[in-house]
Nanobody, 119 residues
Framework: QVQLVESGGGLVQPGGSLRLSCTAS????????MGWYRQAPGKQRELVAR???????NYADSVKGRFTISRDNAKTTQYLQMNSLKPEDTAVYYC?????????????WGQGTQVTVSS
């Protein structure tokens, strides 16, 4: 079973920065798309950023220009650099990856890491 382990969440003041990491293990096949989602209390889970296996990215409008997603394929790790954080960025952040081979991919999730932006 594929495992995704996140790290890097915490408490930060508005305007501050955090870097989230997510490492995949027990992989059979290859990793296609990777991404970060978040869920704030009382709200639905939403896409924050996504990166393809060849490095193409897309972002939610609310984080464009502030967040950067990247991946290290050799380490099967993805990152989310979050700058200029705002209180509305407070949420549980989940990493996501599509893993498989032969055109058949399963979707896997990390356990989530809390990000709190508050003074």
């Amino acid at each position: 079973q594929v495992q995704l382990v996140e790290s890097g969440g915490g408490l930060v003041q508005p305007g501050g920065s955090l870097r989230l990491s997510c490492t995949a293990s027990r992989i059979i096949g290859s990793i296609a798309n990777m991404g970060w989602y978040r869920q704030a209390p009382g709200k639905q889970r939403e896409l924050v950023a996504r990166i393809t296996s060849d490095g193409r990215t897309n972002y939610a409008d609310s984080v464009k220009g502030r967040f950067t997603i990247s991946r290290d394929n050799a380490k099967t790790t993805q990152y989310l650099q979050m700058n200029s954080l705002k209180p509305e960025d407070t949420a549980v952040y989940y990493c996501n990856a599509a893993v498989g081979s032969g055109g058949i991919y399963g979707e896997y999730w990390g356990q989530g890491t809390q990000v709190t932006v508050s003074s």
